[in-house]
């Protein structure tokens, strides 16, 4: 059973940091495109950022371009999301997903599996 887990969540003032890992039990993992992707109450669930397979390839949604970072360690089976200059607005539960593909997709109906989402806080 694949298997996608979240860490790093949490609370976090104004401004701050927070990295988010996401560890996949999926083999070899640079054939997988990963991403986050986040859902705020009463929204519905929208791209953060996604990465290649290989990791050569990112893109943002604009709402957090400049601030959010993605990147992986393939060895490690680990997508990472690093987020910086966090804004109230940036407070959801965030999600990792990997897919079938090295390619990356910005649409989340593309992506295979899902992690259970973990919650940031931006309080201001």
């Known amino acids: 059973q694949v298997q996608l887990a979240e860490s790093g969540g949490g609370s976090v003032q104004t401004g701050g940091a927070m990295k988010l890992s996401c560890v996949a039990s999926l083999e070899p993992f640079s054939n997988y495109a990963a991403g986050w992707f986040r859902q705020a109450p009463g929204m519905d669930r929208a791209l953060v950022g996604v990465i290649s397979g290989p990791g050569g390839g990112t893109y943002y949604a604009d709402s957090v371009r400049g601030r959010f970072s993605i990147s992986r360690d393939n060895a490690k089976n680990t997508v990472y999301l690093q987020m910086n200059d966090l804004k109230p607005e940036d407070t959801a539960v965030y999600y990792c997903?990997?897919?079938?593909?090295?390619?990356?997709?910005?649409?989340?109906?593309?992506?295979?599996?899902w992690g259970r989402g973990i919650r940031v806080t931006v309080s201001s």
């Open positions: 997903a990997a897919r079938s593909s090295m390619m990356m997709h910005m649409d989340a109906r593309e992506f295979d599996y």
